[in-house]
């Protein structure tokens, strides 16, 4: 039998990799800075310039932070409490609500809802600050959500392009679940699924708040309209672009 000879074998040391710190750059616009800091580019760097011979790291091992990341990280705390970055992968939340409209000569049940009211359902998405981002009012009070959904252009963009790279919609129970659309658990009996629900809810409840502040500034949409069926849709997608120009111009 061969005998076996040992060879000392030096330790390997394994490869260390390093994540690049691109959530700690300056190379956001200065409203993201702002929103992220409190300060722009300008007051990151002369924050940066006052305490930079206090905190510079004099190391040459590792991949140390740079002064700016250093100041970054301090703010972000101060303004937030937190160290951690709230990632924003949800990119609207989506409903319907319904306006009354007088009862049409035409076609006049299919405009009935559930409550027995005239009706035009009105399926809207917002964003997280409850600008409308999507809006189609032209579906009469007894459609469902889901179907107005499945039809609507939102949807079929999503099915043909695999939803948007960069987030997902939130819908309710109403909604079917998609791998764009995030819907609650029916039935949650878990406490994930019940954590879940619950953070579901209250991310998606700017849409409902966005509807109340659009009916609440235009009274025409909280009472009757009393017009046919396609004037009442102009005047619901006229009152949603004019939402949208009184929070970012004039508010």
């Given at each position: ?59 040459k091992r590792n991949h ?77 009070g007894s459609s469902h ?107």
């Open positions: 039998m061969a005998a076996f000879r040992q060879v000392p074998v030096p330790p390997h040391r394994k490869e260390r990799h390093f994540r690049l710190k691109d959530d700690l750059s300056l190379n956001l616009s200065n409203e993201e800075l702002r929103e992220r800091y409190r300060f722009g580019r300008e007051g990151i760097n002369f924050i940066s310039n006052l305490v930079s011979d206090d905190i510079t790291r004099k190391t140390a932070l740079t002064v700016p990341q250093m100041v970054m990280v301090t703010l972000r705390f101060l303004a937030t409490g937190s160290f951690l970055q709230v990632v924003g992968d949800t990119i609207g939340a989506i409903d319907g609500t319904h306006v009354r409209i007088q009862a049409p000569s035409e076609d006049e049940a299919s405009f009935v809802n559930r409550k027995g009211v005239h009706s035009v359902n009105v399926q809207a998405v917002c964003d997280a600050k409850g600008k409308f981002t999507n809006i189609n009012a032209n579906w009469p959500d889901s179907h107005i959904f499945r039809t609507s252009q939102v949807c079929i963009y999503m099915e043909e392009n695999g939803g948007w790279a960069n987030g997902v919609l939130l819908g309710d129970s109403g909604y079917p679940c998609r791998p764009f659309l995030m819907t609650p658990y029916l039935n949650p009996v878990l406490d994930h699924q019940k954590k879940y629900n619950k953070c579901h809810c209250s991310t998606r409840s700017v849409i409902e708040r966005t509807f109340g502040r659009l009916k609440r500034r235009f009274h025409i949409l909280h009472s009757e309209i009393r017009m046919k069926p396609g004037k009442a849709c102009k005047i619901l997608i006229a009152c949603a672009i004019l939402h949208n120009i009184q929070m970012y111009a004039f508010c």
